[in-house]
């Protein structure tokens, strides 16, 4: 049986709306299209960045990679991807970082196709291997950009990164985490993970540090030893 439901107290709607106009983000932002040409001469320039500190790195599958290209092949739409203006003039790419860089490998010939569901021709196919009239449409095509401004926090772009990766299959917990941290205690917890007693004691494979497993570990340790200290000392005051 439906519960009936109980309509929200006047100061109780006031204090949400009031809560939500105070946290409210002022982010400023324009629409922009690149096609694949301009994005990958860009990146191979160093113009278009990928900020490592607090994202994760290139951990694509093939199966990804060669998937995303061929829906660019198809000329099917792509989500958008998040870009931001810096201080030094360069564009940092807040999301679409394994896009980006499939995209550059692919033109590069350092990505063959394989086991394409609906292109099947095309398997076994580098970038190189088709016809030039297929080249030029697929380097003509078009990447939608959200564009944010010069304005926008590292704070800020940091949180656009946790929000659109949290609640998908794209990034792991740790990585997320690992992009809210920051500053001295991010840089604090990265020299933690490279400590050699540290890796002795919890070895990891190359596949999960990609991941950034040694850091989440650090985090937790901290995270459980904090808990454990004010136990302690409320066990030692009562």
């Known amino acids: ?8 107290l006047e100061y109780e709607v006031e204090q949400a709306s009031r809560q939500i106009s105070e946290k409210k983000q002022d982010v400023k932002y324009d629409m922009r299209q690149y096609v694949v040409n301009y994005l990958v001469d860009q990146y ?11 994202q994760r790195q290139f951990v694509w599958s093939e199966k990804d990679r060669c998937f995303f290209i061929e ?11 998040f870009f931001s203006d810096t201080n030094d003039g360069r564009i940092e790419i807040v999301d679409g970082a394994q896009r980006t860089q499939t995209l550059v490998q692919f033109v590069q010939n350092d990505l063959e196709l394989k086991n ?12 190189s291997d088709f016809d030039p009239a297929i080249q030029r449409r697929f380097l003509n095509s078009s990447i939608r950009v959200v564009f944010l401004d010069e304005g926008t926090t590292e704070r800020t772009r940091q949180e ?20 809210s941290y920051e500053g001295k205690f991010q ?12 890796n002795a004691l919890a070895p990891r494979t190359d596949r999960t540090e990609l991941r950034f497993e040694g850091f989440e570990l650090v985090s937790r340790f901290l995270h459980i030893w904090i808990i ?6 409320t066990i030692q005051v009562m």
Do not use: W
């Open 1 to 8: 049986m439906e519960r009936e439901r109980v309509n929200k």
């Open 44 to 54: 191979e320039k160093g113009e278009f960045y990928i900020p490592l500190d607090y």
């Open 71 to 81: 829906s660019i092949l198809m000329g099917l739409p792509i989500p958008f991807m």
């Open 116 to 127: 394409l569901q609906v292109l099947t021709h095309s398997n076994g196919f580098k970038f």
């Open 160 to 179: 656009i990164f946790k929000r659109i990766n949290t609640g998908g299959t794209q990034a792991k917990a740790a990585e997320t985490r690992r992009g």
């Open 187 to 198: 840089k604090f917890l990265e020299q933690c993970a490279k400590d050699e007693k540290f």
């Open 228 to 233: 454990m200290e004010v136990h302690i000392q």
